[in-house]
């Protein structure tokens, strides 16, 4: 099986999707690289779960193209073992256990009795839980049976639609090593959530969008760096000693300078040597969500959104 191992890409490209006259996904293009946990992030009915149905062949886009790798999901060798896929709504059958459940698609997976239970556990899904009948499973539970389904063929591509559904904050923090072991063995991980401030913890990559178009697409890193917001008497001079010494000056306008690659302490030490008064001196922290709502306010070339905003 050749293609058990192979990393794929996830290759968007131009991909577009009308709904009667609607764009619902709207010439979207990003790369989703092996390795690293990918978010794909927006508010509700940006048209994340469109756009991973179309990847997943569900749905045809109306023109560009999804790819895993350089094939559509359905010119795979092998689609059904190469991506594994948590979808909003799993088909589970209510009277069946969920061991008897992931039974029913473990042999067309290529998965035994065996993988069967290792997943199981994987998932925290006990003995108790997987003799259990779905009908009473939680929310939590389902969703850990959705995920457990989805890497039952070891799948090098794994796609979820909001995984954290249902999860408390333990299942949130079990979720994200589960993900992070699959990147780290070189596999492909995307996961959607209209919570950016849930996945800022758990992703390395977002791809942002918003009303069916790419917004950011970007590491997470570059978001959360810290910067420091700094008020000075002669904020020029200051900025010229700091960026001599390494840090990075942007001017904020309003004689406010935003300072990245120095902390607090350094710029006041720098400050003080420089007999410079400083007035303002405060460390900021960055968000993905106030990342996304500086560039969907409006002036920012897009109409306003909000996370809570419904469009079903
Ligand atoms: N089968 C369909 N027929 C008509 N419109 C649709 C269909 N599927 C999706 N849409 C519309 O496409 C847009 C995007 O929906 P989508 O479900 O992809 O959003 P989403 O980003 O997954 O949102 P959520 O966070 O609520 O899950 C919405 O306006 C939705 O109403
Ligand atoms: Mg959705």
Redesign the pocket.
């Known amino acids: 099986m050749p293609s058990h191992h192979t990393p794929y890409a996830i290759n968007v490209r131009g991909l577009t999707?009308s709904?009667?006259g609607?764009r619902?996904?709207d010439a979207l293009s990003f790369t989703v690289r092996p390795g690293r946990i990918t978010g794909f992030l927006?508010?509700?009915?940006?048209?994340?779960?469109?756009?991973?149905?179309m990847l997943l062949g569900l749905?045809r886009p109306t023109s560009g193209a999804a790819l895993i790798g350089e094939h559509r999901y359905e010119d795979l060798p092998a689609p059904a073992r190469t991506v594994g896929a948590l979808l909003?709504a799993d088909g589970f059958h209510p009277g069946r256990t969920g061991r008897d459940h992931l039974r029913t698609y473990a042999p067309a997976l290529g998965a035994d009795d065996r993988r069967v239970d290792e997943v199981l556990a994987q998932v925290g899904l006990d003995e108790d839980a997987a003799r259990r009948t779905v009908r009473g499973y939680s929310l939590g539970m389902r969703q850990r049976l959705g995920i457990a389904a989805a890497l039952l063929p070891d799948p090098p591509v794994l796609i979820c639609?909001?995984p954290t559904n249902g999860l408390d904050p333990e299942g949130i923090r079990w979720l994200r090593g589960l993900l992070r072991e699959r990147a780290d063995r070189g596999h492909t991980v995307l996961v959607?959530?209209?919570l950016l401030a849930e996945m800022q913890q758990i992703v390395d990559s977002v791809v942002i969008?918003d009303k069916?178009r790419v917004v950011y697409d970007g590491d997470v890193a570059a978001v959360g760096e810290p910067t420091v917001r700094v008020r000075a008497l002669d904020g020029a001079r200051l900025a010229a000693a700091l960026t001599a010494a390494g840090a990075v000056v942007e001017d904020a306008g309003d004689g406010v300078l935003r300072v990245r690659a120095a902390g607090a302490e350094q710029i006041a030490r720098t400050a003080l040597r420089e007999q410079i008064v400083v007035t303002e001196l405060v460390g900021e922290e960055h968000s993905l969500e106030e990342l996304f709502f500086s560039l969907t306010e409006p002036g920012a070339g897009q109409a306003p959104a909000t996370i809570q905003e419904?469009?079903?």
């Open positions: 999707k709904f009667g609607r619902a996904v927006g508010p509700n009915g940006a048209g994340k779960t469109t756009t991973l149905r749905v909003e639609d909001e959607s959530s209209h969008i069916g419904t469009a079903q």
